[in-house]
């Protein structure tokens, strides 16, 4: 199996940025897919990101695109969101998750999940 350890998350301020890092470990071979999802209090799910295993394909929601960046450094087997001119709605548990799927984006497409980490975004 595949284990996710998210990291990063904070409280900043309107306009701040984070940085988020998701460290995979297992039999990482498996993935195809990778991507952030977020949970806002009270709401479902939200998938923000998604990144091939090969990096061939990546895609924003449109609430992000322009503000959020998803990227991965392959060899130290980490996948990254950065967050930049972050607005109150972004706060949430941002969550990393792998998909054995050649595409992920629906929340039922993800297979294997990290315990999430805390964004704040507040004056």
């Known amino acids: 199996q595949i284990q996710l350890v998210e990291s990063g998350g904070g409280t900043v301020q309107p306009g701040g940025s984070l940085r988020l890092s998701c460290v995979f470990s297992?039999?990482?071979?498996?993935?195809?897919?990778m991507g952030w999802v977020r949970q806002a209090p009270g709401k479902e799910r939200e998938t923000v990101a998604r990144l091939h295993k090969d990096s061939s394909s990546r895609r924003h929601s449109d609430s992000v695109i322009g503000r959020f960046l998803i990227s991965q450094d392959a060899s130290k087997n980490t996948l990254y969101l950065q967050m930049d001119r972050l607005k109150p709605e972004d706060t949430g548990i941002y969550y990393c998750?792998?998909?054995?799927?050649?595409?992920?984006?629906?929340?039922?497409?993800?297979?294997?999940w990290g315990q999430g980490t805390q964004v704040t975004v507040s004056s």
């Open positions: 297992g039999d990482t071979d498996s993935r195809r897919c």
């Open positions: 998750a792998i998909s054995m799927r050649e595409w992920c984006w629906e929340i039922a497409e993800f297979d294997s």
